[in-house]
T-cell receptor
C-alpha cells in the first residue's frame, strides 16, 4: 500500500528557476492538498483540489501553480522560485474533504539559493 | 492571537511517566479536532481524532473542552518511541473555505 508519495525528497534550485514538486496517491481520495511548513508557523495550505480538474487557492498561494488532470496526481509548480519559498512541502490527501483528517506524503525539502 | 496555540516545550520526561499537553483554539465554530504526531524531518501522522465525549487509544487519551476551547492529550507510561512533536489540529474556516489549522507543535522528549 504505497499511499501518498512525493518526489523529489530533496531539491536545491536557484532563484528564478521553475521547479515542480510531484505528488501521487494510490487511495483514490478526492481531496488533495499542498502545505508548506516553516519554523514558527504551523503547516499552511497553499492549494487544494476537490477532484480532478478542480483546484482552488489556500492561504498562501502566491508564486505557486497547481494542476490536477488525474485524480491520483497533484503537482505543485513554483513558477519563478524565490528564497522565501525555501521550505518543507507536504502533499496530503483526504477522503472526506476540507477540514477533515488528512494523510501526508513524506515531504519535499526545497532550498532556493 | 493565533488560531491554535500550543506550548512548544520541550517536555522532558522519564520513561514510564505520564505527560499531558493542552492546546487552545480561537474559533468557537470548530467542529473537528485532531492530534498528529510528527517525528523529526518526517511527515505529520494522524495520532487520533478528538471527540466531544473524549476518546482513548491504548496509552493515549484525548479530551475536548468546548466551553474553554481547548483540547488535551494525555500519554501514560511514556516510551522512548513517543519522543516526537505533537501537533494540535482544528478545523476552521478561511474566507470561503474550510481548512485544517495546525498548531506549531509541542515537543516531547522521553529519556531512559
Amino acid at each position: 500500500d504505497a499511499g501518498i508519495t512525493q518526489s523529489p525528497r530533496y531539491k536545491i534550485t536557484e532563484t528564478g528557476r521553475q521547479v515542480t514538486l510531484m505528488c501521487h496517491q494510490t487511495w483514490s481520495h478526492s481531496y488533495m492538498f499542498w502545505y508548506r511548513q516553516d519554523l514558527g508557523h504551523g503547516l499552511r495550505l497553499i492549494y487544494y483540489s476537490a477532484a480532478a480538474d478542480i483546484t482552488d487557492k489556500g492561504e498562501v498561494p502566491d508564486g505557486y501553480v497547481v494542476s490536477r488532470s488525474k485524480t491520483e496526481n497533484f503537482p505543485l509548480t513554483l513558477e519563478s522560485a524565490t528564497r522565501s519559498q525555501t521550505s518543507v512541502y507536504f502533499c496530503a490527501s483526504s477522503l472526506r474533504g476540507l477540514g477533515t483528517e488528512a494523510f501526508f506524503g513524506q515531504g519535499t525539502r526545497l532550498t532556493v539559493v | 492571537r493565533k488560531e491554535v496555540e500550543q506550548d512548544p516545550g520541550p517536555f522532558n520526561v522519564p520513561e514510564g511517566a505520564t505527560v499531558a499537553f493542552n492546546c487552545t483554539y480561537s474559533n468557537s465554530a470548530s467542529q473537528s479536532f485532531f492530534w498528529y504526531r510528527q517525528d523529526c524531518r518526517k511527515e505529520p501522522k494522524l495520532l487520533m481524532s478528538v471527540y466531544s465525549s473524549g476518546n482513548e487509544d491504548g496509552r493515549f487519551t484525548a479530551q475536548l473542552n468546548r466551553a474553554s476551547q481547548y483540547i488535551s492529550l494525555l500519554i501514560r507510561d511514556s516510551k522512548l518511541s513517543d519522543s516526537a512533536t505533537y501537533l494540535c489540529v482544528v478545523n476552521g474556516r478561511n474566507t470561503g473555505f474550510q481548512k485544517l489549522v495546525f498548531g506549531t507543535g509541542t515537543r516531547l522528549l522521553v529519556s531512559p
